[in-house]
């Protein structure tokens, strides 16, 4: 079997100081903060020093944060705390499934908002009116396209906004309500989502309280925590050259298959994510080929990726869905491994649709 050389999935490789600092918390992050005595309080100091860095780097306050293990509960917590029946919930259409499965448990009214061809959110499209809450999805994570909100809002909107995709490159809208975050987005370690609550007024706990000292529950490693925090403080990407391979295989591929969809602006996308449709080709086909050839891509729903479900956002967007694939660029991608690629996925390509 050939060995990966060129890695171009979603999955990031976690920081190497985060490494580190995840092999050294568990030396000295082990105890419980909650407890009384040297390493619980200990513990207690580097988790509040975890959450104090992370927030600067977000543009948040500490006490506004709230840590679980599972990004999927993040979704739940941060739109169904802001939720009551009386309530109408506005959401996207290309919006994560974890945001979708809350949406159809809300027992008020739904309205769903439309896409544009280019990807973006199609606020001309509905009337968001006074008591009614608001799914954001701030940034896709199959086209990268950044989202922005309409100037006119009820004053009284509650924005829940998901950051799993756009982590700490892109920053909170200012009338943002609640937030998730996954920390993945930044080279920190899985397992482990980000919860923001602005107003606790406007915030109600989904789930039954169990603990009187947290908002939520649940539990979470502190060391997880600790890497997070490290991977985040060391997240300096080169966007611009990121951002230039991404032109590089946008180019290449208009100049070699002119019926092949690009989803999205990359003038209005974030720089690292791409999301291509080759016309009369299989998704799961190409990945294979690529396989071969020691490279890693994506195929079908970035949120369902596991059974290569279709993907909503495209089906949204107007797009056909057969012959996915989704590039990921990463803070390591070299120009050589992005010119590989682009040569091995025209060779793919070509194949299928020579048949």
């Given amino acids: 079997m050939v060995p990966v050389t060129g890695n171009f999935q979603a999955e990031t490789a976690l920081n190497p100081l985060a490494q580190e600092a995840l092999l050294a918390a568990f030396e000295s992050?082990?105890?419980?903060?909650?407890?009384?005595?040297?390493?619980?309080?200990?513990?207690a100091l580097l988790r509040n020093n975890a959450l104090e860095s992370i927030s600067n780097r977000l543009g948040i306050t500490p006490d506004q944060i709230e840590v679980t293990g599972e990004v999927g509960l993040g979704y739940f917590l941060s739109l169904a705390g802001l939720l009551a029946p009386e309530k109408v919930l506005h959401f996207g259409a290309g919006d994560r499934s974890g945001v979708i499965a809350t949406v159809r448990s809300h027992q008020g009214s739904i309205s769903e908002i439309p896409l544009r061809g280019d990807g973006t959110i199609d606020f001309t499209r509905v009337n968001i009116e006074k008591n009614s809450v608001l799914a954001f999805q701030l940034a896709n994570g199959e086209t990268g396209v950044i989202n922005s909100l309409p100037t006119e809002l009820p004053k009284d909107l509650l924005i829940a906004v998901d950051a799993t995709a756009s982590g700490a490159r892109v920053p909170l809208p200012a009338n943002w309500a609640s937030a998730v975050f996954d920390s993945r987005t930044w080279g920190?370690?899985?397992?482990?989502?980000?919860?923001?609550?602005?107003?606790?007024?406007?915030?109600?706990?989904?789930?039954?309280?169990?603990?009187?000292?947290?908002?939520?529950?649940?539990?979470?490693?502190?060391?997880?925590?600790?890497s997070s925090a490290v991977a985040l403080e060391n997240f300096h990407p080169d966007d611009l050259a990121i951002r230039g391979m991404n032109k590089q295989i946008r180019t290449a591929i208009r100049s070699a298959m002119p019926d092949a969809i690009i989803a999205g602006d990359l003038d209005l996308a974030m720089p690292h994510l791409i999301s291509i449709v080759f016309p009369?080709?299989?998704?799961?086909?190409?990945?294979?080929?690529l396989a071969t050839k020691g490279f890693a891509v994506d195929s079908g729903s970035a949120c369902t990726a596991m059974n290569l479900q279709p993907s909503h956002v495209l089906a949204a967007m107007g797009h056909p869905t057969d012959g996915n694939i989704r590039v990921t660029l990463h803070a390591d991608s070299s120009e050589r491994e992005v010119s590989d690629l682009i040569s091995a996925l025209l060779d793919a390509v070509g194949s299928q649709q020579q048949r």
Wanted: hydrophobic residues 35%; without cysteine.
């Fill in 188 to 226: 920190g370690p899985a397992g482990l989502a980000l919860v923001a609550i602005g107003k606790p007024a406007n915030w109600k706990n989904p789930l039954p309280h169990i603990s009187s000292t947290r908002r939520t529950y649940g539990t979470y490693s502190l060391p997880l925590l600790l």
């Fill in 280 to 289: 009369n080709t299989n998704g799961e086909e190409i990945l294979r080929a």
């Fill in 29 to 43: 992050g082990w105890a419980d903060p909650k407890k009384i005595g040297q390493h619980p309080n200990r513990a």
